[in-house]
């Protein structure tokens, strides 16, 4: 061997046994906080998630109604509208962010005006109550119906179509319970 090499040294072994109850003394922490606060907080670092429009709760067999949906949509808007609000308005942010604020909130208000207009549309022609959702290029329509026919899906498309810029491939129409 040349001179200044050192053999290396073997890790120490330990006690087997303390590394064992380290592991389940971590185990027993997170069965704990999974079922104290829930997977959703453990995971996502919030509460429970939050139930998305046009979707109903787990094990309702039933179809959403457009009345219904449409109190959430406007409690999202509100709820969306102040959040965004108060970023442009907070001089202690960041100015881009300010300026991205401003924008997601133009764009928001965009929407929701493109919202109200298809709705006042679709219940001019006779689709009353009925719920849009204008969300990532993507159209969704709830019409209260029993049942939808092919004219009355060409007659929601195209009122759709001619309110917006969106494609009908990206516009589904879905009924709401009656």
Request: aromatic share 4%.
């Amino acid at each position: 061997m040349t001179k200044g090499w050192k053999k290396a040294e073997e890790p120490k072994k330990g006690r087997p046994w303390a590394r064992l109850l380290l592991l389940c003394l971590l185990a027993a922490t997170a069965a704990f906080l999974v079922w104290n606060n829930g997977y959703w907080d453990l995971l996502l670092g919030g509460g429970q998630p939050q139930e998305s429009l046009l979707h109903a709760r787990q094990g309702e067999a039933t179809k959403a109604s457009p009345v219904t949906e449409r109190g959430r949509r406007e409690a999202a808007y509100e709820k969306d509208l102040a959040a965004l609000s108060g970023l442009t308005e907070n001089q202690n942010v960041d100015s881009a962010i300010r300026q991205d604020a401003a924008k997601q909130l133009a764009q928001m208000i965009e929407e929701h005006q493109t919202e109200l207009a298809i709705e006042d549309a679709l219940s001019a022609a006779g689709y009353s109550p009925c719920m849009t959702l204008l969300q990532n290029g993507a159209l969704t329509v709830l019409v209260e119906t029993k049942e939808l026919t092919a004219t009355q899906s060409a007659t929601i498309l195209s009122l759709c179509a001619a309110h917006t810029h969106i494609g009908v491939e990206n516009i589904r129409i879905m009924e709401g319970k009656r």
